[in-house]
């Protein structure tokens, strides 16, 4: 399990859809392991937009799923769109009521749970996650955070884009802080001692802890 970190714009999102053949990398070259990962059918990204189509419902994304891995001989399982009401994934992150609705009906929240179950019922074995966690409740992000230790302990490959480095530390195995579209950092979590060390690291150092806005000169100004 490995953790992309770094601020903004610092290349983590272009680096998947790198990996993914979305973009061409101008130099250099991105390689998956055939023996291991022999079809790209078995690679599993998740984007910001969850990789649904919003005029179709749930239910029918996962249909159209399921048409596109029916041919080649990729190991990924069958689905039956009939019977996800009682798939435990489906009821695991309560998605039975909202099967029929639209996807631009749901909310973001329902919509990333929607997305992340509609790729893992194909039992991917490289699982890629961009901000999985960004507009989930509580309560969703602590199943996920408990899912993807499951996965990572039946033996997937998991490669999450995060900013959330309490889920960060929680879930994953070695994390790499990219700067200004370089490799910044490259650590083990299991070498590191604590959470706040963890913290300072993956910040690089630039947390601060007291900042200056103006609103108190502003208010100073208001009460003159």
């Known amino acids: 399990t490995l953790a992309l970190l770094g601020y903004n714009g610092v290349g983590k999102t272009t680096l998947f859809n790198l990996i993914v053949g979305l973009l061409r990398p101008r130099s250099g070259r991105c390689v998956i392991?055939?023996?291991?990962?022999?079809?790209?059918?078995?690679?599993?990204?998740?984007t910001e937009r969850a990789n649904l189509v919003d005029s179709m419902t749930l239910r029918?994304?996962?249909?159209?799923?399921?048409?596109?891995?029916?041919d080649g001989d990729s190991k990924?399982?069958?689905?039956?769109?009939?019977?996800?009401?009682?798939?435990?994934?489906?009821?695991?992150?309560?998605?039975?009521?909202?099967?029929?609705?639209?996807?631009?009906?749901?909310?973001?929240?329902?919509?990333?749970?929607a997305g992340l179950v509609a790729g893992m019922l194909f039992d991917p074995h490289v699982i890629m996650l961009d901000e999985p966690t960004n507009s989930i409740d509580p309560i969703t992000r602590d199943l996920l955070?408990?899912?993807?230790?499951?996965?990572?302990?039946?033996?997937?490959?998991?490669?999450?884009?995060?900013?959330?480095?309490?889920?960060?530390?929680?879930?994953?195995?070695?994390a790499v802080i990219l700067d200004d579209r370089r490799i910044a950092g490259d650590v083990m979590l299991a070498d590191i001692p604590d959470y706040e060390t963890f913290t300072?690291?993956?910040?690089?150092?630039?947390?601060?802890?007291?900042?200056?806005?103006?609103?108190?000169?502003?208010?100073a100004r208001s009460e003159e």
């Open 200 to 219: 300072h690291i993956a910040t690089l150092g630039h947390g601060r802890r007291t900042v200056d806005f103006g609103l108190e000169r502003q208010m």
């Open 145 to 174: 955070i408990d899912y993807v230790n499951r996965l990572h302990a039946c033996g997937r490959t998991i490669l999450t884009v995060t900013h959330d480095l309490e889920y960060c530390w929680k879930t994953m195995d070695r």
């Open 76 to 113: 990924s399982r069958d689905v039956n769109p009939a019977d996800l009401d009682d798939e435990p994934l489906i009821q695991a992150f309560e998605l039975g009521p909202h099967l029929d609705k639209k996807v631009s009906e749901l909310s973001s929240g329902l919509r990333k749970r």
């Open 60 to 70: 029918d994304n996962i249909k159209f799923r399921a048409l596109l891995f029916a």
């Open 33 to 46: 392991n055939q023996a291991l990962v022999p079809s790209m059918r078995d690679v599993f990204l998740m």
